[in-house]
């Protein structure tokens, strides 16, 4: 049995998953000790070698950024969409990238904010449990439903991006057209106005700001009335897969890119800023491979990647014997219909 194994299908435990290498730096989440860029690194590699843009994104990714309107981009799977916001907020220091991932399900109210009443509820009935079992009376009057109201709020990535400050935030709207068919439509008035209200903060008859979490890990912010309107507004790249049409409106509203799929020599960068420039050499028949088949059935970069990665790179590698039919499988195509 091949010593690449970690999993034998034997029936025995064993501690050979303590034997894995390092994972590849697109897959390394190092857990709660990641620092605040990680996530850029994780998904941009190295910067000596990163994928430069061409003259057309950065036409239109300044423009996005001079006329303060959001960016659709638009391209197959493994063409850069998601990559472009990080790599915006890297180069200007607007922070970590908030990222709203769009479903089927997702509505507006889900990227400004989440409010549990049910979690609120159950707080109050046992706060009057203990009232009354040490005897204490009052109700704690409007001070206290402002104190604790925002406790139970919590505000999503586009409600975030919103917060006022005096630079903006980088906001990815990941596959908009995965969801509902309003979703486009309701997103209007908050690209046109950069604003939106909190119903449950706004009923309180309490001037005194409310505290409540946001999307940024352990982070808060101070809403007072209710209402959220931004200084600066983000920089908002929507991504789509061309998977359906928008309607006018949504688009007057966007600044529109089309990427199309990386040439070999920017599929090689993309290799070099991941697993450096020596496996991108030697990977460059793998490389040629994949271009190859890109032109016959759909193909994403990071299904590349991964082939390099498994292939080429770490001391521990398949048998030559086997290497052949699981790149295959790795290269597989995206649109259900076999390579063959």
């Known amino acids: 049995m091949s010593d690449w194994f970690i999993y034998t299908g034997q029936s025995a435990p064993h501690q050979r998953i303590d034997e894995l290498p390092p994972p590849p730096n697109w897959r390394n989440f190092k857990g709660d000790d990641e620092s605040p860029d990680g996530d850029t690194e994780r998904r941009l590699g190295s910067a000596a070698f990163r994928l430069k843009p061409d003259e057309q994104t950065l036409q239109m990714v300044n423009a996005a950024l001079y006329l303060r309107r959001p960016l659709l981009i638009s391209g197959k799977p493994g063409a850069g969409k998601s990559s472009l916001a990080y790599a915006v907020a890297k180069e200007l220091n607007l922070g970590p990238v908030l990222r709203w991932p769009i479903t089927s399900r997702s509505t507006l109210r889900d990227g400004l904010y989440h409010y549990d009443p049910i979690a609120r509820l159950g707080d109050e009935n046992l706060r009057q449990l203990q009232r009354r079992s040490t005897d204490e009376s009052g109700t704690g009057g409007d001070e206290g439903t402002v104190a604790s109201v925002g406790q139970y709020i919590r505000l999503g990535p586009l409600g975030t991006a919103l917060l006022p400050g005096a630079r903006p935030r980088a906001l990815l709207i990941d ?3 995965k969801g509902d068919f309003d979703l486009p439509n309701d997103l209007l008035n908050i690209f046109e106005e950069g604003e939106y209200g909190i119903d449950e903060l706004a009923r309180l008859s309490s001037p005194a700001p409310v505290t409540v979490r946001t999307a940024d890990r352990d982070a808060t912010a101070d809403i007072s009335g209710g209402h959220v309107r931004c200084k ?12 359906r049409e928008f309607p006018p409106a949504f688009l007057r509203r ?8 990386p040439k070999e020599e920017q599929v090689a960068a993309i290799v070099a ?10 990977a460059r028949s793998l490389i040629a491979d994949f271009i190859s088949r890109r032109s016959h059935t759909q193909l994403a970069t990071d299904q590349l990647l991964n082939a390099v990665y498994i292939a080429l790179s770490g001391s521990s590698r398949p048998p ?7 790149i295959e499988s790795i290269l597989r195509g995206l649109s259900g219909v076999r390579n063959d």
């Open 175 to 177: 596959e908009i057209d």
């Open 232 to 243: 600066a507004f983000p920089f908002v790249v929507l991504t789509s897969n061309d998977e």
């Open 273 to 282: 800023a991941h697993l450096g420039p020596e496996l991108a050499a030697e």
């Open 320 to 326: 030559q014997q086997t290497l052949g039919g699981l």
């Open 254 to 261: 966007c600044l529109r890119l089309d990427l199309t799929d």
